[in-house]
């Protein structure tokens, strides 16, 4: 039988024709120059549902990897919002929270609003928007550097850039992760320990399974203390 939720996304996602894809999608995600292509092959919203890596490069003749991962995780932000391409977006139109909805228009917005102003202009057909800063782990205050320009020597620009971003997106990073380990409501004592975090978030370990606290044996602590009792009794003598 098939997935109630997978033929709901299907509905939504064949309510976006390829003029959307083409036009409105590709400028949100900060890609326009894409836009002949996505529209030659008539990619609508359920083709746009199941684009893989290798659609990209051999029949849109997208080759930059970054492009790719760009464009992939727009359609994957699509995907965990139902393809509802105005969820979350209206409520931080003028507020810095919830980054991962942003567009590349509202990302330059962002850069324009922390004095970054004179660089912002770089950011067009870059391929960086909200998904990207949020679900892309390679993605740091270099990254956004390069993107938007700013000369290497640039130390106090680089330096102020690394602090915005450390508190846009480390804090929504945190609190993405605060939304998911409540989803799954965690027992005090199957709770993953905390660990050291950059701006990026906390780090997880190469499984990313959660380091279970085994409840001690009350045998073996009863032998400890009856070891530690003689010992002591010893040293009195």
């Known amino acids: 039988m098939n997935n109630p939720l997978s033929v709901c ?4 996602a064949a309510d976006l024709d390829h003029h959307w894809v083409a036009k409105a999608w590709l400028s949100d995600v900060g890609l326009p120059q894409y836009s002949q292509a996505f529209h030659t092959h008539l990619v609508d919203g359920r083709m746009l549902n199941s684009l893989t890596r290798r659609d990209l490069e051999r029949h849109l003749n997208i080759t930059k990897k970054f492009h790719q991962v760009s464009l992939l995780l727009g359609i994957e932000l699509l995907q965990s919002l139902d393809f509802n391409k105005e969820a979350r977006r209206t409520q931080c139109e003028h507020q810095h929270e919830d980054p991962l909805v942003w567009t590349s228009h509202r990302v330059t917005k962002w850069i324009k609003d922390i004095d970054l102003k004179e660089y912002a202009d ?3 057909s870059s391929g960086v928007h909200g998904a990207v800063m949020m679900l892309d782990p390679s993605f740091n ?8 320009g700013i000369p290497s020597n640039k130390h106090m620009v680089r330096r102020h850039l690394d602090e915005e ?18 989803c799954f409501n965690v027992s005090a004592s199957n709770r993953a320990q905390p660990q050291k975090a950059g701006w990026a978030g906390p780090e997880f370990s190469r499984s990313h399974s959660l380091q279970i606290r085994r409840k001690p044996n009350p045998r073996i602590l009863k032998h400890r203390d009856h070891k530690r009792v003689m010992a002591i009794e010893l040293k009195m003598q």
């Open 9 to 12: 996304r299907l509905s939504k």
């Open 165 to 182: 971003m450390m508190a846009l997106i480390g804090s929504a990073r945190w609190a993405q992760m605060f939304m998911y380990s409540m």
């Open 141 to 148: 205050t270099d990254s956004m550097a390069t993107a938007l």
């Open 122 to 124: 770089s950011l067009l």
